[in-house]
């Protein structure tokens, strides 16, 4: 079983930045890649950004393309995700998961518990 | 892109019942979809892979089928933990949801 915890949350104004990591403990040695997920307040579930673990290979969602950068450090078993320029719309719970499967089905098996951006003057 | 479609969008049965909630692709995704449940305050948890799989320690009353473009997450007898809100997944694309609620 893998675990994620998330950090680096919290109150920025429009325009600044912030650094979010997740951190995974436990079976990490088959995870292949990771995404970021995000859920505004009382809204659904929207996917961010992955990542594989290699770093070789990241992907965005169109709204934050330029904006978000997601990296990893293995030798941390670490997940992060840059965020500049930081819109009000970009207020969510944002979770660190990991993914299985491959590039037709994949799926989510483990998630962190989530750390809270908000984004307001 | 491919679009999911979840019905109803709340729905209100007793504990004891049988839940149905469904899921439809805008396209045939043969059975490449997986079911989310999310409880109040928490992270959502993987219910169901590649439509009829359950995931590790999900109990026996939830259950998926289908394939293409229609597909249904069914669960047998409702118990009070399970009233929560539930999405379907395909790749980078989650549904909207279907919220549970007790009658």
């Known amino acids: 079983e893998v675990q994620l915890v998330e950090s680096g949350g919290g109150l920025v104004q429009p325009g600044e930045s912030l650094r979010l990591s997740c951190v995974a403990s436990?079976?990490?040695?088959?995870?292949?890649?990771m995404s970021w997920v995000r859920q505004a307040p009382g809204k659904g579930l929207e996917w961010v950004a992955n990542?594989?673990?290699?770093?070789?290979?990241?992907f965005y969602v169109d709204s934050v393309k330029g904006r978000f950068t997601i990296s990893e450090d293995s030798a941390k078993s670490s997940l992060y995700l840059q965020m500049n320029s930081l819109r009000a719309e970009d207020t969510a719970v944002y979770y660190c998961?990991?993914?299985?499967?491959?590039?037709?089905?994949?799926?989510?098996?483990?998630w962190g518990q989530g750390t809270l951006v908000t984004v307001s003057s | 892109e491919i679009v999911l479609t979840q019905s109803p969008a709340t729905l209100s049965l007793s504990p004891g019942e049988r839940a149905t909630l469904s899921c439809r692709a805008s396209?045939?995704?043969?059975?490449?979809l997986a079911w989310y449940q999310q409880r109040r305050g928490q992270a959502p948890r993987l219910l169901i892979h590649?439509?009829?799989n359950r995931a590790t320690g999900i109990p026996v009353r939830f259950s998926g089928s289908g394939s293409g473009t229609d597909f249904t997450l069914t669960i047998s007898s409702l118990e009070p933990e399970d009233f929560a809100v539930y999405y379907c997944?395909?790749?980078?694309?989650f549904g909207q949801g279907t919220r549970l609620e007790i009658k």
């Open positions: 998961a990991t993914e299985t499967g491959n590039s037709n089905s994949y799926y989510f098996d483990n």
């Open positions: 436990g079976f990490t040695f088959n995870i292949n890649w």
């Open positions: 990542i594989q673990r290699d770093g070789s290979a990241g």
């Open positions: 396209q045939s995704i043969n059975t490449y």
């Open positions: 590649d439509a009829s």
């Open positions: 997944q395909q790749r980078k694309t």
